[in-house]
């Protein structure tokens, strides 16, 4: 049995309360001295495992689709509230369009540079990886 002491604002010890544990605490936040308001005392069996939510690959891609899905009816609600045509100006060429599609294609080509510049980061990150690894192979022969 233990007792688990949390403060006002969420720090937490944990102290074994058997004889034969001793007398251990660890302190998760060291500012628990600090805090303004009076610490409650919360008692667990240490013999029961926590409760904790098992995070699958299915569970992922479930909340993946709800929020694509959910960024999806965003977009389709924005398009059709924004269907009124504007006159867009470009160097000398001239076109009408409505307003969500000139933002969505900005949209777009913004997560395009963003992609772009993703991309090259992780090909600079995977070649000097490729080279520490070679360094270390060759120190290793």
Do not use: Y
């Amino acid at each position: 049995m233990t007792n688990v002491v949390v403060s006002p604002r969420g720090d937490a010890a944990v102290t074994p309360v058997s004889e034969d544990e001793g007398i251990l605490r660890t302190h998760i936040d060291a500012a628990v001295a600090n805090t303004a308001g009076p610490s409650r005392v919360v008692s667990s069996n240490s013999d029961e495992e926590e409760a904790t939510p098992k995070h699958t690959r299915a569970a992922t891609a479930w909340a993946s689709i709800t929020l694509a899905l959910t960024a999806m009816v965003v977009v389709l609600v924005f398009a059709v509230q924004n269907l009124e045509r504007v006159q867009v100006t470009f160097v000398s060429m001239h076109w009408h369009a409505p307003v969500a599609v000139l933002l969505l294609l900005a949209l777009a080509l913004g997560a395009l540079v963003v992609f772009a510049f993703g991309a090259a980061r992780i090909g600079q990150l995977r070649i000097q990886v490729r080279r520490t690894r070679r360094a270390a192979d060759a120190r290793d022969v």
